[in-house]
């Protein structure tokens, strides 16, 4: 599985280095966020699986706790958020990651960010510490200009697009782009090939479309086929959690997909929901949501 990730990252890489509007980068991106949902269940879950990769479904079994780190959770949390999968989007967002080891500092924190968002919790106290390791003083080298020209920027079009004003989210995204390209052809970066494709910005860029911002990808960071897949979402009639056309079971709360018709959303429309806990969890649940996704209590 994390051949799959890695081979799916590195082709959409270098497919956006030749044609940042090919539409297969889309498809790569989905796999890349499969893989890495797949590699949180053999990190993570205490039973088999059925998880859907490349269209099909497949049986995944608990193993190595090691098998993800902070940095690929990062990548395949912004990778499906980009390719606009939110059912394994808020899958990795609900995955107990506890290390951030294999990030850069402030990366783990954007993602987790982002993570929040997805699972409607709030995103201030990640963002606040994505803000915090960026800090010049406390921080030298390829870390300190990563922290300036890539993880801060990135911070700011987070909350310009938690913020919805269409100007200011434009200004922030240019901005956080032109960083992006400059920090990675700066010389002796210039063959990285991390710095083909911002993957965060990719996100951001998708959810920012479905909100109807204005969103222009440059070539050197977001790929402009983000912006053409369909934004549709399925979610699971009974507990509001999104799901895969593949899927005829919901993964949370168990219900038969096929026996109520499913709720079509947009990214936009479910990340603008409003959540409420769960009166016996706890956890956050969608406002319109009939059974908490978590414990199945009615929420009605
Ligand atoms: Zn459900
Ligand atoms: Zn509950």
Known sequence: MAAVFQAALQAARWTMRV??????????????GEAADAMA?????REPRVISLRGSLTTV???????????????????????GDSAVAVRLARAQITGASAAVPGEFNLAAAMGAWWTGRSIGPPLIE????TDPQTSTGFVRDYGLNVVAPAVAVIRELAGGRDGAFFDAFRDAQTLFGSFWFAEGRGDASDGFLSLPLAGLAQVAR???????????????????????????????QPFKDSEATCQWCAADLGADAPIETTIGQLLGQPSQPCPVCGQPCRLNALWCWNCTTSLR
């Open 130 to 133: 994505a803000l915090r390791s």
């Open 61 to 83: 079994s608990p193993g190595s706790s090691t098998l993800l780190d902070g940095l690929t959770w990062a990548i395949g949390l912004w990778a499906a958020t980009a390719s």
């Open 41 to 45: 269940v053999v990190a993570t879950a």
């Open 19 to 32: 044609d940042s509007a090919d539409p297969s980068i889309v498809e790569l991106l989905r796999t890349v």
């Open 210 to 240: 479905s909100f109807g911002l204005t969103v222009h990808a440059s070539s050197q960071a977001v790929p402009a086929a983000v912006l053409d897949v369909p934004v549709t979402t399925l979610c699971c009639a009974v507990c509001y």
